[in-house]
């Protein structure tokens, strides 16, 4: 029988497992020492700068992420969200700055209605742009039944240095409120641009200054006062004539109808005319050059002389009341030539008085609608 040898596999093995642990525990070390680096290098790692795509996309990303409902990315996303949006959410309000309290509040301009003839005679058509423009229109003066306006149009022609003028009455839509009929008549679309009264002449001279300014309407919607101003572009104005333009009964009540008879002015001057016409009372210039001639000697022909019309009498509206005047060396009215009367009907011309205290009383018919603060 054989004698056993003594067991040598275990000491192999002690040996083995030893070494085995003395491995694992090394590379442990050798892991924790590696992240313990990566961490370092992670903290001593410098930000992205902000041009940078990555420090955009992550401050998109941040944004995102705070927002209530992040922002869609695709096109079938955001369909999908579309469809849960109830009505009352798509409705977005508009911007609103907050206010501020160092600032004022401004006020809208409120429209008004005013008399046009006040005071008296004192209205002029601003033709100081005319050369430029080559034209100048009037404010739209409103008849005292709100059915009619009567506006007057100044033209330059550039050719010949002439200035003429001409005399519009347009019908206002009687359907609507009185300050819309106005604020909305479109002068172009709803007139037909042909003169009433107009001072163009066939042979037109050179240098000739004609223009025609509304005085007022009367009190019967029935007439309209004009004042035609004839001078030169050089020497300036050197007489006045005055217009009267005489509407029928069936030309008030034509507002909705521009081919009326508005615009189908009769070529006669004289009392008993067809309907509607102007007339010029040219007699009243040469009765006050043949007065003051007889009275004082004084020639008027030598001088600069000029005649304003204030108006239609209040307690006659047949009578029209003018004031004469001649100028100073400056261009100012210095002596008072009398105020005088014309009868509409007759063409009479009487003096009413050579004081110029001496007040007569004006109506004031005709309305132009303005602008200004409450």
Known sequence: M????????????????????AFNIQQCALANVQNSIKDTVLAFKLPDMPWSDAYKQKKLQEKQEKEEEPMVQTVQEWQERATDIKMEHRVSEPYKEPPNPKLVEKLEWQTFFEKYNSAPGSRELNL??????????????ISPDFKLMAYTECYFHPSNRQTSSALYIYPLDTSKGKKQRVTEADIFA?????????????????ALFSSFTIVDWSKDNKKVLLKEKIGSSYDGIYQTNIWVYFLDDKNTDSDKNPDSKLNKTSKSSKEGSIYPYGRKYER???????YWFYTDRLNLNRYRWNVKPLGFLAENENIIVCAAYTYDEKNREHIFLGSWSI??????????????????????????INKRLP
């Open 128 to 141: 100081e742009k005319l050369q430029k423009n080559k034209i100048a229109r009037s404010l739209g003066v």
């Open 343 to 368: 009868d509409i009907s007759s063409g009479e011309v009487n003096l009413l008085s050579t004081s110029a205290s001496d007040n007569f009383e004006i109506s004031t018919n005709g309305l132009v």
């Open 2 to 21: 054989k004698k056993r040898s003594p067991n040598c596999a275990l000491p192999v093995l002690t040996a083995l497992f030893a070494a085995a642990l």
């Open 190 to 206: 709803g007139a037909k641009k042909t003169p009433l009264i107009s001072t163009t002449h066939e042979t037109l001279k050179q």
């Open 284 to 290: 009243l210039n040469d009765v006050i050059k043949q």
